[in-house]
C-alpha cells in the first residue's frame, strides 16, 4: 500500500477524481480536506480525498456546508471546474478561495442581466468579461470566488466550460 497521503488516496480512488470522477493525473491531482484544515479537519484518510488541484482551489477553507452546496447545486453529474476534456493551465500554486465582494458580485449580475442574449457563452470569455469590468485588477482569487458564488447561488452552470444562464 502507498505511504503518501496522495498517493494512497489516489490508490483508493482508483486513479480518479473524486468529486468528477474523470482520471485523474497524478501532476494535476491534490489532497482536499473535506473538513479544512483552516476548520479544524484533520489530516486523516477519512477527511481527506484526492482531486484535481482547480477543485481544491475552488473548494479552498470553505465550510463543509458551503462545500456541500457546490455539490449539490451541480445537480446531478458534478461539473469540475478545470473543464475535462478541454486544455486549462492550473498554476502551481493554488491561492486559497476567498469570499467575493458583495458589490462586486452584485455588479457582475447586474451586467450579466444587462447583456441579455449576448452574455459569455464560455467560462474564459465569462471570466474575460467579469475582469474587464475592473480596469484597476481583480485578482484571480476573487475572480474564482465570484464565479463559484455565480455557480452556488444558481445563477450560471458551467458543463464542460460552456455557460448557461439562470438570471
Known amino acids: 500500500m502507498p505511504t503518501k497521503p496522495l498517493d494512497?488516496?489516489?490508490?483508493?480512488?482508483?486513479?480518479?477524481c473524486f468529486f468528477c470522477k474523470q482520471p485523474l493525473p497524478k501532476t494535476e491531482a491534490s489532497v482536499e480536506h473535506l473538513l479544512a484544515s483552516a476548520n479544524g479537519g484533520s489530516n486523516s484518510d477519512?477527511?481527506?480525498?484526492?482531486?484535481?488541484?482547480?477543485?481544491?482551489?475552488?473548494l479552498g477553507s470553505m465550510s463543509l456546508k458551503e462545500k456541500f452546496q457546490v455539490v449539490l447545486n451541480?445537480?446531478?453529474q458534478f461539473k469540475c471546474?478545470?473543464?475535462?476534456?478541454?486544455?486549462?493551465?492550473?498554476p502551481a500554486k493554488a491561492p486559497v478561495a476567498t469570499k467575493p465582494d458583495s458589490d462586486k458580485f452584485a455588479a457582475v449580475v447586474a451586467n450579466l442581466k444587462q447583456r441579455g442574449n449576448?452574455?459569455?457563452?464560455?467560462?474564459?470569455?465569462l471570466k474575460s468579461t467579469i475582469v474587464s469590468l475592473y480596469p484597476s485588477g481583480l485578482p484571480e482569487t476573487e475572480l474564482s470566488a465570484i464565479v463559484q458564488q455565480l455557480q452556488s447561488s444558481g445563477k450560471i452552470t458551467v458543463a464542460v466550460n460552456k455557460v448557461t444562464y439562470a438570471l
Open 8 to 16: 494512497r488516496l489516489m490508490f483508493v480512488q482508483g486513479g480518479l
Open 46 to 58: 477519512e477527511n481527506c480525498v484526492a482531486c484535481c488541484k482547480a477543485v481544491n482551489r475552488l
Open 74 to 76: 451541480q445537480k446531478g
Open 81 to 90: 471546474p478545470n473543464g475535462v476534456g478541454s486544455k486549462v493551465a492550473i
Open 118 to 125: 449576448s452574455k459569455p457563452r464560455t467560462l474564459k470569455t
